[in-house]
């Protein structure tokens, strides 16, 4: 009973469709408990309340919270609001559906999982970039780091941030390996060392593929996701293939996933390589938020990007596709407000990568 997708739903619209369900939590607000989730297809992903009935008791919200299962697939019925520039589904009544999950043996489970790429093709490209670094030694510790670290041309690169979908660490780890690579042959003049750059760009998160498990027919965050994070996983993981370099080299290796945080981690990048990789990280992590917050701001509006701590605004695609804008009868008719100016405070925001 799949009869609609994620990327034709509007503001307004009573929906009854069968979803992903994932990153699930339960919240608190005035007068009881209720549900959060993300809901999912092959189209896209959007934040999901379950509210329940008018009368529904804590208990019940909690019984509810156990019964789902998340990665699997569930019946939505609901509609479809906005909050803060954002859609999103409230469910009320359409919480009794939510007691079985739906058996994906009936299903196109293809139907279901949301991925902008194409992980194969990812996948490739990846290989191709491993193949390209020239010190045997290194190139060995990367192929053997990724092909110890089980699921990690399908595992997110995230919970809820930038590339937080299936193939979203392999693609993320593409991008950065491309922009490093970028910055490294625009710069001639700079003495830096390539196969260091593209090694640990390949490698600097590659510990997120630890904090994720199999769970339904996708991923979730384990414990460690929160409580140890993916950077000492990944020192961890190419710490095992020590042994197939000198210690200067390794301990370069080790410096860049240490410090490719930036300013949000412990250790600030202290080489040209680290630097390089840290500025490749935080343009692919910055952009891919950028990007999906636009496409849910309306054409000539603004809207805030949270992760970025900026408001952003979408500039009308007439511009993009070349065409002239000469008078005023295309200028859209509402501007919503800019949200205040937030305080700069890098200390309380939370890092993207
Ligand atoms: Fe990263
Ligand atoms: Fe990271």
Avoid at 46 to 71: D, H, P, Q, T, V
Avoid at 103 to 110: P, R, V, Y
Avoid at 161 to 167: D, I, P, V
Wanted: aromatic residues 8%.
């Amino acid at each position: 009973m799949k009869n609609i997708y994620i990327e034709e739903i509007t503001v307004g619209q009573k929906i009854d469709s069968l979803f992903l369900i994932e990153n699930l939590s339960i919240k608190t607000r005035t007068g009881g408990l209720f549900i959060t989730c993300t809901i999912s297809d092959r189209t896209g992903t959007r934040e999901c309340k379950i509210w329940g009935n008018r009368g529904s008791s804590e208990e019940e919200i909690e019984r509810y919270y156990g019964l789902i299962a998340e990665g699997n697939i569930y019946r939505i019925a609901g509609e479809v609001r906005e909050y803060k520039g954002s859609m999103e589904i409230h469910v009320n009544s359409g919480i009794e559906f939510l007691r079985y999950r739906e058996n994906e043996n009936n299903l196109n489970i293809t139907d279901y999982i949301y991925s902008p790429v194409h992980p194969d093709e990812i996948k490739k490209q990846l290989e191709k970039h491993i193949s390209g670094i020239k010190d045997s030694g290194i190139k060995k510790i990367v192929r053997e780091a990724i092909k110890t670290s089980d699921g990690f041309y399908e595992k997110p690169a995230a919970k809820k941030n930038h590339h937080a979908y299936y193939g979203g660490l392999a693609h993320h780890t593409l991008e950065v390996v491309e922009i490093a690579a970028g910055i490294t042959d625009s710069l001639p003049g700079i003495d830096i060392d390539r196969d260091i750059v593209i090694a640990g760009a390949l490698i600097h998160d590659i510990g997120k593929a630890d904090t994720f498990e199999k769970s339904g027919i996708s991923f979730k965050p384990c414990p460690t996701y929160s409580l140890i994070g993916h950077i000492s996983p990944a020192i961890e993981r190419i710490s095992k293939f020590r042994r197939y370099t000198d210690e200067d080299t390794f301990n370069h290796l080790l410096h860049i996933i240490q410090s490719h945080h930036g300013t949000y981690g412990d250790v600030m990048p202290q080489s040209t390589e680290a630097w390089a990789v840290h500025h490749a990280d935080n343009i692919s992590a910055m952009l891919n938020e950028v990007d999906s917050t636009l496409k849910d701001i309306k054409e000539g509006e603004f809207g805030w990007c949270k992760p970025v701590n900026s408001n952003l605004y979408r500039f009308p695609e007439k511009r993009a596709a070349g065409r002239e804008n000469k008078n005023d009868q295309n200028r859209p008719e509402t501007i919503r407000e800019p949200e205040p100016e937030k305080q700069e405070n890098t200390a309380g925001q939370r890092s993207l990568f």
